[in-house]
């Protein structure tokens, strides 16, 4: 298994890995040190390497704010990567290769091995259409500027020194072999996917204990947890007005997840039904919760949708604004942008949610969908009939 230092990558496919080896199976995990210990939970081999692109901690502004300030230091590691990878790989060809869409060098590697090789999805997946609809649109003006053309270049050059002929697009984008590790409620035109590359395993969540636990305060009629999951949570201002939002309301009790680029103190002067922490418990937050104040995130969404829990979704980045319209389209949400995030709107949308018995019952009808699709167990039965 191969994936990068982020834990939307790295947290859906713990479980499945984790069911590998107590099948028997020997697995190795390439992943830099800074998951090392969390990987190694699983009973995987960690074999551990030097990425260059920001760490999971790491200021979101790190990022860039363009197209090709997302997608280059991809590259740039996947680059780097490489021969790392090769080293320590050296003498050790598996039999499989799993890999989260982020990592460039797995598909690379599973080519020069002669391997076969398997995407673990952690979020929504090209559909018939996907290119002409989504991506040649967004890479328009961008595959136009000497920058652009300069970055495809590069990429192919790579491909083509590894013996790909592959153009990137395909290369990023349509893996031979796929499985989802979300539920299909959020693929975006589900109908146009071809599952004959993409089977939808749905969430893969196994047992959270050592984690901690939260559970409900005495006298909380209604529980809100408020998180913008592990990335783009340096928005203060946004928690100050859940706080104004939700700490006024009788009988409600917040729980705030601020990350750390947040000073609580920043937060101000806060009433006793408000807690805030720099990480939380999320899965056990959300047993207990009425309502989840969440950026859309793959992991997020699908937490929210496994515990029936109403969502308000405030999308910060990529895939979370799809994420936030396929949740509201489903009827169990409100996706609501941050510049429109006021201590009202908020309010209304949250008790709106709360009281309306047919969000519960859309919900609860999501709940057993997913309960179907396999999880865990079915992700490591195809992942063992493709070993043959």
């Not at 230092?5 to 040190?33: D, F, K, Q, W």
């Not at 004959?196 to 529980?223: I, L, M, N």
Request: aromatic letters at 6%; one cysteine or more; proline letters at 8%.
């Amino acid at each position: 298994m191969f994936s990068i230092a982020a834990h939307g990558h790295v947290n859906p496919s713990l479980e499945v890995i984790r069911e590998l080896v107590a099948r028997g199976h020997r697995v190795t995990y390439a992943i830099p040190p800074a998951f090392a210990e969390k990987v190694a939970e699983t009973g995987a081999e960690v074999r551990t390497w030097h990425s260059t692109l920001p760490g999971p901690d790491a200021d979101p502004e790190a990022w860039g704010s363009t197209l090709l300030d997302n997608v280059e230091p991809f590259l740039d590691d996947a680059i780097q990567a490489l021969p790392q990878l090769i080293e320590a790989y050296e003498g050790d060809r598996p039999d499989l290769v799993l890999h989260d869409i982020a990592s460039y060098p797995a598909r690379v590697l599973a080519h020069r091995w002669g391997v076969p090789a398997i995407s673990l999805s952690p979020n929504l997946v090209a559909w018939d259409g996907y290119e002409q609809e989504v991506a040649e649109p967004m890479w328009e003006e961008p595959k136009k500027t000497e920058r652009g053309q300069a970055y495809y270049a590069r990429f192919q050059s790579w491909l083509e020194e590894n013996g790909i002929t592959q153009h990137p697009d395909p290369f990023v984008g349509r893996p031979a072999r796929s499985l989802v590790l979300i539920p299909k409620a959020l693929q975006p035109h589900a109908d146009r996917v071809d599952e004959s590359v993409h089977t939808f395993v749905g969430a893969c969540q196994g047992d959270r204990a050592a984690e901690g636990d939260w559970r409900r305060p005495a006298g909380a009629e209604k529980v809100v947890l408020v998180s913008l999951g592990s990335a783009f949570t340096k928005q203060p201002a946004f928690y100050r007005t859940c706080v104004r939002a939700f700490g006024d309301l009788p009988g409600w009790h917040t729980v705030l997840q601020v990350g750390r680029h947040v000073d609580p103190a920043e937060l101000g002067e806060l009433p006793p039904n408000v807690e805030v922490h720099a990480w939380v418990p999320q899965l056990a937050v959300l047993r207990e919760a009425d309502l989840f104040v969440t950026h859309a995130g793959a992991g997020g969404s699908q937490e929210g949708l496994a515990t029936a829990t109403p969502m308000i979704a405030v999308p910060q980045a990529v895939d979370q604004f799809g994420n936030a319209d396929m949740l509201q389209g489903l009827g169990v949400a409100r996706h609501l942008p941050m510049e429109d995030t006021t201590v009202d709107g908020l309010r209304e949308a949250a008790l709106a949610l709360v009281e309306d018995p047919e969000v519960a019952h859309r919900l609860k009808g999501i709940q057993a969908e997913m309960a179907e699709e396999g999880g865990t167990r079915r992700a490591a039965d195809l992942i063992e009939e493709a070993l043959g």
